[in-house]
């Protein structure tokens, strides 16, 4: 049978347990510390994609060693499984959400894929956005130097992204999330407008750029890592080049990371090098 003092310590032991909980959870979201610890296991950012609003999602966790890298991370596979569904949100405006998200310390964060790739909800459980208006007006931002040292922090980012999104006919708002925090929804028409592609001769490409198509040239095919690797640079800035290069026109996606050549990009290179 059990004892009054096998009781007390029993209780005593729960209250401990949920005090470290309450205290880990107040760590995380408390303003003071600036900034979050790198959430992993059940706390990992994760990514839901919607093939069918008649099926569940597809969930997919997404967990790093720190915060550059898992901003980074976040972004590059969202970019990738909405293009996946046929979506065509630009990946600056995918990074700077994302980037966004210190803000509310990566608190429950769940990245939401609907419509075919062409609507992205982002949500936290977070501090919220309590001026909304304001949120999206340059120059307004609650980034302290600890936060800058990983993102610019200086009230561009949801300004720029809500810019190029209107450009494309798109649209960013802002809503409460349920239980705290916030909802950042990205939503681009059904049909987005295409743009007329620029000639390729016409096309100014920068050094790394061009070094990134002959490696491909050469390689016949290739993914950030192994272009990361050979110009000695990041990963996540290779990925960038990539990206930047495919919406050129000049290469094209293999479907399992790696991108090759195509014929655009090819005639390019002739007539540089």
Do not use: W
Not at 126 to 153: L, N, S
């Amino acid at each position: 049978m059990e004892s009054f003092l096998d009781r007390l310590l029993a209780e005593e032991g729960a209250a401990a347990t949920a005090a470290v909980a309450a205290g880990a959870r107040t760590h995380h979201a408390n303003p003071d510390r600036e900034l979050p610890d790198v959430p992993m296991g059940p706390e990992a950012p994760r990514i839901a994609i919607y093939d069918t609003l008649t099926s569940p999602p597809r969930v997919i966790a997404v967990e790093e060693d720190d915060l550059p890298a898992l901003i980074a991370s976040l972004a590059e596979k969202t970019y990738h499984y909405c293009r996946e569904q046929g979506g065509q949100v630009p990946y600056t405006v995918i990074q700077e959400l994302m980037e966004n998200l210190l803000h509310a310390y990566f608190l429950d964060v769940v990245v939401t894929i609907l419509d075919n790739g062409q609507t992205i909800r982002i949500s936290d459980h977070g501090p919220g956005v309590e001026h909304k208006d304001r949120a999206f007006q340059p120059g307004f931002t609650t980034a302290t130097a600890r936060q800058r040292q990983i993102i610019r922090g200086v009230g561009s980012g949801l300004p720029i992204a809500r810019e190029s999104l209107q450009f494309l006919r798109g649209v960013l708002t802002v809503e409460d999330n349920l239980g705290g925090g916030a909802v950042f929804t990205i939503k681009m028409p059904a049909h987005a407008p295409e743009q007329p592609a620029a000639a390729a001769p016409e096309v100014k490409l920068t050094n790394r750029q061009t070094k990134v198509l002959v490696l491909l040239m050469e390689f016949g095919s290739a993914g950030p890592t192994a272009i990361a690797k050979e110009l000695g640079i990041a990963p996540a800035t290779a990925f960038r080049e990539l990206v930047v290069l495919q919406d050129m026109g000049l290469i094209h996606s293999l479907g399992d990371g790696k991108r090759a050549l195509r014929e655009e990009g090819l005639h390019l290179l002739e007539s540089i090098l």
